[in-house]
């Protein structure tokens, strides 16, 4: 909207314009008042000065465009995240000690430098996907421009304007609308050019038909369909034409409401589960890692800190900056090992292999974190028409005249789709359609302008659905004998029976259908010259005018009122099951028309002309059956519903259409018993929004709808579910569900009939918009959650094994096992493809028959964090024992260890290490470690420091082994490897040869070795890491077998619990 649109807001406020544009309710008032309102005479429209006048005070026809954040405030938001500020923080240390020891040179510096850019590759990495991904969440507001029509027919200063720009329309312009045109602004009906005035406004509205328009004022208080003398932006004439006078321009439209709601929407956009999880993890790990961290200062004090005691008072401090240093960047290396840096990255590969796999199953996933929010969905927020309906209109029931005046045949009729093969006629006399049924045929196939097509998207209707439905029925009847073979059989032929009518009987004169005959008709001629008329329509209508009713064998009698009474008790019959009910009436020889062929010059044709004339024209007709429409319900949605009701999830259908069709609908797909009092659990939206305790209908369990619903109404619902602790998911597919899309915690659009609105606002859109796809998804999300618990397990107690292991080594003293970069290595390379493949594990074939996980539960049970504690002080002990086993024997477990010639230290030289050069005779001999010798004749003091190279290749391999294993104890949070043995995850096994590959790669290249401060192993040394390594599984395995125990004998009362509730 321009500068002018922004005044505009606030001289409203300021004061009530004498042309109130926001606050008329044009729709309740007849069209002189709104000429007189709007200082406008509908046939001459605004002069150009006053046209300009208002285009300064209301903006011009636009929607607004909001500035999105830039990208800066974009970037620095990407570190508004616990675990990456401690990333970066620990980048910055290990950046200023490695320039701190840069001066040193060689090996040293480049070993330095690696951890801290590696680290902050890995921010500049996350925080573009992040920015990129984030950029992309106003594309619904561009959709929605789209949708706005771009010129107008206008008429000012007495003259029509047939082009102009529709953003220069301002409140009071009379416009003109056609067939086909895209409606500009909100507009009040004033003049009906045709007879009748349709509009496709469904996805605005969320009905399911065109609604015919006209004229008459209705109650202010009426809703947004009610609006029957209101036309809106962005929707479409199907039929007719009109003059309007424009009401709302830009935003103040309804479509303009729309954007509002969706910027609003999306402002609100909240964190999924996970990642509040994983806040509340790092949040705890900070303080972790700041406990931790201190108390090794506190344990090593004493080396780099020291004084005397003179009269009882500490004094003469001694303070070594070099050993300051050193243990610093032990608590560097204690950030490192805390923080799982390949966790982000293993959590996207998971998700978007999750995104494969749901599309395989129609679901396509456009934000990643949606896949993991899917699996804790509580309630699913469902639209009706295209969801759980078919979208296409079907015949449901066709009923036919019997034997006598008050004998009725009943047909019930399959099939959901406009597909002619989609089903059959039950109980149908197939080629032997008797005179009664030949009529009704030929009245549905000619009385017709729709058709069918075969397209990408299976088949689809040009026309009106309702009638693209007759043509439908018309192929399921088949054809007489006399006519030939029966009905379409492929899809080269799908309107054979339509077409043989057609060229039995041509279509000579057409008579319009109007709101007030509620009925339309054609004069067809046969080969023989006969004239007959044609009519299809409302059947209290059609009964009024009728005068005879033709019988099964194609005999004509009166109508007298058994016969009428009859047909009215079908009537209401089929409306209470909420089918749309057209009849079907004809009249041979028309008088007036008998001899009519088309010619314009006929007298007859003069009668045509004049819509006035057409009731006049369908009177005395012939009665001969009735047929019940509607938009049928997908054969799969009923069991969808059953499997949500067994998995827990509560099923809302939110529509714009009528309460009585949503009802029927609900009721037949298992949303509501079919004979269950559902007075207190289907409202509208203004009832919904009328009621004292909103949250407390809400908190119904089981089916609840809403019917004639708006944009603000779904918002309004989904946010109360929201603040109840829901985790909600909605589908939608027009326009005026897209705020609603946006501020669900999973929304959902529509593939094949949504718009793209719809879609930009989504999180995930249905390839097949079938609803039984959502449930599939649910079920995938639950299964790819689960996996992403059991690698996020493995990689925690992975660290917590890395962090025991270093506050070993500074706990007794010893020497450095494990330095920053390779323990960066483990955690983002080691670690990932294992981590990775934990996502494949097979899904649980209860997955479905289980309540949904709360949003607020914990990643990690008591219990479990236990057991990861138990393991990851496993592996701290197991890594620095492996390292003081290489100082201090010469075989371990029959394994010989003193190959290499290195020289032995008892534990007490091990642990005081830093007072080497006060030890008398103190020597080591060389020794040899892949193709290097190590020599410390010139300062045996190095053989701790430099001389530590194979004792910390060891303590990394027995880590490396020790995470191998463990992925291996992740299989199952409780199933012992005897019951889900390692081959059920073949792509595991798998990761584990990778990570081992890559682990000998910077063993035996000696480039990598000597970056990483690692040398070759030799055999003897590899089966002592196997020695150290494989217990971890007996370990996990008896921690298991005790908490299988522990589950079965608290499931008893639980279970009787669970009854008694």
Known sequence: MGKGGEDYGKKENSSKSSIDSNGYAAWAKDVRECEQNYHVDSKSGLTDDEAEKRLQKYGTNELEKHEGQSILRLVLDQFNDTLVRILLAAAVISFVLAWYDGDEGGEMEITAFVEPLVIFLILIVNAIVGVWQESNAEKALEALKEIQSEQATVIRNGKKINSLPAKELVPGDIVELRVGDKIPADMRVITLVSSTLRVEQGSLTGESEAVSKTTKPVPEE??????????????????????????????????????????????????????????????????????ICLLVWLINVKYFLSWEYVDGWPSNFKFSFEKCTYYFEIAVALAVAAIPEG??????????????????????????????????????????????????????????????????????VEGTTYNPLDGKILEWPAGKMDANLQTIAKIAALANDAGIERSDKGYVATGMPTEAALKVLVEKMGLPTEFGSGSSKGDDDLMVCSQQWSKVESRIATLEFDRDRKSMGVIVTSKSGRNSLLVKGAVENLLERSSYIQLLDGSVVELDSRAKSSILDSLNELSSSALRVLGFAYKEDPPEFTTYNGDEDHPAHELLLNPANYSKIESNLIFAGLAGLRDPPRKEVPQAIEDCRIAGIQVIVITGDNKNTAEAICREIGVFGQHEDISKRSLTGREFMDLDDQKGHLSYKGGLLFSRAEPRHKQEIVRLLKEAGEVVAMTGDGVNDAPALKLADIGIAMGITGTEVAKEASDMVLADDNFSTIVAAVGEGRSIYNNMKAFIRYMISSNIGEVASIFLTAAIGIPEGLIPVQLLWVNLVTDGPPATALGFNPPDKYIMKKAPRRSDDSLISAWILFRYLVIGLYVGVATVGVFIIWYTHDSFLGIDLGQDGHTLVTYSQLSNWGQCKTWENFTVSPFIAGDRQFNFDSNPCDYFQGGKVKAMTLSLSVLVAIEMFNSLNALSEDESLLTMPPWVNPFLLMAMSVSFGLHFLILYVPFLAQVFGIVPLSLNEWLLVLAVALPVILIDEILKFVGRLTQGSQMSPRTSKRKTE
């Open 222 to 291: 009426t809703d947004i369909q009610g609006k029957k003398c209101m036309v809106f932006a962005g929707t479409t004439v199907v039929n007719g034409n009109c003059l309007c006078m424009v009401t709302d321009t830009g935003m103040n439209t309804e479509i303009g409401k729309v954007h509002s709601q969706i910027h609003e929407a999306s402002q609100n956009e909240e964190d999924t589960p996970l990642k509040k999880k994983l806040n509340e993890f790092g949040e705890v790990l900070t303080m972790l890692i700041g406990l």
């Open 343 to 412: 966790l982000p990255a293993v959590i996207t590969t998971c998700l978007a292999l999750g995104t494969r796999k749901m599309a395989q199953k129609n679901a396509l996933v456009r934000k990643l974190p949606s896949v993991e929010t899917l699996g804790c969905t509580t309630v699913i927020c469902s639209d009706k028409t295209g969801t759980l309906t078919t979208n296409q209109m079907a015949v449901a029931k066709l009923v036919a005249m019997g034997q006598g005046p008050s004998f009725l045949r009943s047909f019930n």
